[in-house]
């Protein structure tokens, strides 16, 4: 089972940016299509965006596009995610996993999903 973590949220305030990073250990990350999803109050876990294995090709929720970039370094088994022009709606907990392939945006056997780091972002 591997292990990932989650780090690098806080309190913003609207038009302002964050960059997460996720931290993957256990596994072979680079075999991974990998994603991040967010989950705000009373709502479900939703896909946010997603970064094929070489970091080469990417694909985000509507929500997203054009806002934030996904990346990741193989070498340092890490993901990132910069956000940019935060919004309200964007305050969530913000988590990453594997995804179950390309162009998928349910997760795959890689590890249990993690504490998450929360982004909470002001008017």
């Known amino acids: 089972q591997g292990q990932l973590v989650e780090s690098g949220g806080g309190l913003v305030q609207a038009g302002g940016s964050l960059r997460l990073s996720c931290a993957a250990s256990?596994?072979?990350?680079?075999?991974?299509?990998m994603g991040w999803f967010r989950q705000a109050p009373g709502k479900e876990r939703e896909f946010v965006a997603a970064?094929?294995?070489?970091?080469?090709?990417?694909y985000y929720a509507d929500s997203v596009k054009g806002r934030f970039t996904i990346s990741r370094d193989n070498a340092k088994n890490t993901m990132y995610l910069q956000m940019n022009v935060l919004k309200p709606e964007d305050t969530a907990v913000y988590y990453c996993?594997?995804?179950?392939?390309?162009?998928?945006?349910?997760?795959?056997?890689?590890?249990?999903w993690g504490q998450g780091t929360q982004v909470a972002v002001s008017s």
């Open positions: 970064i094929s294995w070489s970091g080469g090709s990417t």
């Open positions: 996993n594997a995804m179950e392939g390309w162009g998928a945006t349910n997760t795959t056997d890689f590890a249990s």
């Open positions: 256990g596994r072979t990350f680079s075999s991974y299509v």
